[in-house]
C-alpha cells in the first residue's frame, strides 16, 4: 500500500511539472512578442548603421569615460576616452581587435560579423531553443530561455514578462565564469524602442553603459573601421 502511494504521489509531481512546461511559452513565441516590443523586425531591418554616444563606468576600479560605439555590418568600433587614455575595441573583415594602453594590443579571429541588432536574428543563429522556467530581473518576472549556438556556449536570455522586452542575458565564458548583462530604461529611437542601461557582470569588473543618443541609419565617415597600423603589426 504504501508503494503504491509513493508511486501515486511521483505520478502526480510529474504530472504537475508537465501542466507547468506546457504553460510555459515556446521560445519562438518569446522572440516574437520580443521583436514586436521593439518597434518589430522590418523596421530593425532598415537599420544600415548606428552611431551610440554616452558614458560608461568601472564602478570597482572608479574609472569613467566617454564611448563612441559605430556598427555598419559586418564591421564595428567601440572608442572609449578614459580622460585621454583611449581603448579602441574592433570587428573588421573578420578580425575582431583591441587597442588598449591599459592592457596591450592585441588582434584574433572575430567569433562573429558585427550586428546591429544581436537578438533580431535568433531563430536564425541557433541550433537548437527551449525554455527554461522562470526567473527575476531588477524585481520583475522574467521567463528564460535557452538558446543553443553552433560552435559556441548556451545563451539564456531573460524576456520581460509584462512587456515582452529583453531583461537580461547571460552566457558562460571558456574558464567557466558566466557573463551576464541587464538591459533597461528602453526608449524610443525612431520607429524602435532600444535599451540606453545596460550593465555587463563577469570577469574582473562591472561594466555600467549609459546611452545619451543612439542615431540610427548614421552617416559613418570613411576609414572608420580601418584596423590600426600597431595592430595590424601583430601575429
Avoid: C
Wanted: aromatic content about 6%; overall charge negative.
Amino acid at each position: 500500500m504504501k508503494t503504491a502511494v509513493v508511486a501515486l504521489s511521483f505520478a502526480l509531481v510529474l504530472v504537475a511539472g508537465a501542466v507547468f512546461a506546457e504553460d510555459l511559452p515556446a521560445p519562438a513565441d518569446l522572440v516574437k512578442k520580443h521583436l514586436a516590443a521593439s518597434g518589430g523586425k522590418a523596421a530593425m531591418e532598415k537599420v544600415k548603421s548606428r552611431i551610440d554616444k554616452g558614458k560608461l563606468t568601472l564602478p570597482d576600479m572608479g574609472m569613467e569615460a566617454t564611448y563612441t560605439a559605430y556598427t555598419q555590418p559586418p564591421n564595428s568600433l567601440n572608442v572609449s576616452d578614459f580622460t585621454g587614455s583611449v581603448v579602441k575595441n574592433g570587428n573588421t573583415d573578420g578580425t575582431a581587435w583591441t587597442v588598449n594602453p591599459f592592457q596591450g594590443n592585441s588582434k584574433r579571429p572575430a567569433p562573429r560579423p558585427a550586428e546591429i541588432f544581436p537578438f533580431a536574428n535568433l531563430e536564425a543563429i541557433v541550433s537548437s531553443a527551449k525554455t527554461t522556467g522562470e526567473g527575476d530581473v531588477g524585481g520583475k518576472p522574467a521567463t528564460k530561455a535557452e538558446f543553443q549556438v553552433p560552435g559556441g556556449n548556451a545563451l539564456t536570455v531573460y524576456f520581460d514578462k509584462e512587456t515582452g522586452l529583453i531583461a537580461a542575458s547571460e552566457s558562460t565564458n571558456a574558464d567557466g565564469s558566466v557573463s551576464r548583462s541587464e538591459f533597461s530604461n528602453y526608449k524610443k529611437v525612431g520607429d524602435l524602442t532600444l535599451p540606453h542601461s545596460i550593465k555587463q557582470m563577469g570577469g574582473a569588473f562591472t561594466l555600467q553603459i549609459e546611452a545619451e543618443t543612439i542615431e540610427l541609419n548614421a552617416e559613418i565617415p570613411a576609414g572608420t573601421f580601418d584596423m590600426p597600423e600597431e595592430v595590424k603589426s601583430l601575429p
